[in-house]
Nanobody, 125 residues
């Protein structure tokens, strides 16, 4: 089993940036695709971004394309989500997740096997 712990959330003004981190408990993290999802109050969990095992392939949700960048460092068992040009509508709890699938990079909630507890991101206008 893989345990995931997110960090880096907080409160930021619109137009600002944040970088989220996702620390994995196992060295086998490199054998999982990694994804980021978010969930705002009263809304369904939404796909944000995902990256393949090696980091060579990425995929983004339309609402964050061009503003967010996903990456990973398998030597550190850690994944990242760099969020730039943040908007109030980006406010949500952000979750990282690990999937045994690789390519194509998975974007569905049910494709992921392990989830972190989430970190709150609040963007003020």
């Amino acid at each position: 089993q893989v345990q995931l712990v997110e960090s880096g959330g907080g409160v930021v003004q619109a137009g600002g940036s944040l970088r989220l981190s996702c620390a994995a408990s196992k060295r086998t993290f490199a054998n999982y695709a990694m994804g980021w999802f978010r969930q705002a109050p009263g809304k369904e969990r939404e796909f944000v971004a995902a990256v393949s095992w090696t980091g060579g392939s990425t995929y983004y949700g339309n609402s964050v394309k061009g503003r967010f960048t996903i990456s990973r460092d398998n030597a550190k068992n850690t994944g990242y989500l760099q969020m730039n040009s943040l908007k109030p509508e980006d406010t949500a709890v952000y979750f990282c997740a690990a999937s045994k699938y690789n390519l194509p990079v998975p974007s569905g909630v049910t494709s992921y096997d392990y989830w972190g507890q989430g970190t709150q991101v609040t963007v003020s206008s």
